[in-house]
């Protein structure tokens, strides 16, 4: 871990002394205009898998569905806007492999990915990629054991 991330995250555990009994990030959500359409995205493009698609509501008009990496524990919900536009959220998503997965992504075609690697000094390695609905991706490799 750099010395600005271990410092960052040391004055972050400082911030709020309340504790918790919140354990995870279980799932973040994404609007998007079109289900299927994103299911498709982040299935066949990015390969993450489904977590749960199910119909609820009492005509079942609605659709709860979650896909999430291989191996992941936090899954992402993608949803229908809620009177607004779909787009606008961000995740960040972790590899031990940046260099390799901005290639694999690039050479599929059809993503709206970084040209080139963003490298800061004190930084990890990254990348970003945008969704068809404008959700940010941030690619970012995973922080070194300590």
Partial sequence: ?????????????????????????????FTVADQDEALAFYTEKLGFEVRADARFGD?????????????????LALNPPMGGEPG???????????????ARLRAIGGIDVDPELMR?????????????DGNDIVVVEEPQAT
């Fill in 1 to 29: 871990m750099s010395f600005v991330r271990s410092r960052c995250l040391q004055g972050m555990s400082n911030l709020n002394p309340t504790k918790t009994a919140l354990s995870n990030i279980g799932v973040a959500m």
């Fill in 59 to 75: 005509d079942d008009e609605m659709r709860w569905l979650e896909v999430a990496p291989p191996g992941s524990g936090t899954r």
């Fill in 120 to 132: 800061t000094p004190g930084a990890p390695l990254m990348f970003m990629l945008r969704d068809p």
């Fill in 88 to 102: 606008g959220s961000s995740i960040g998503v972790e590899t031990a492999d940046v260099a390799g997965e901005h």
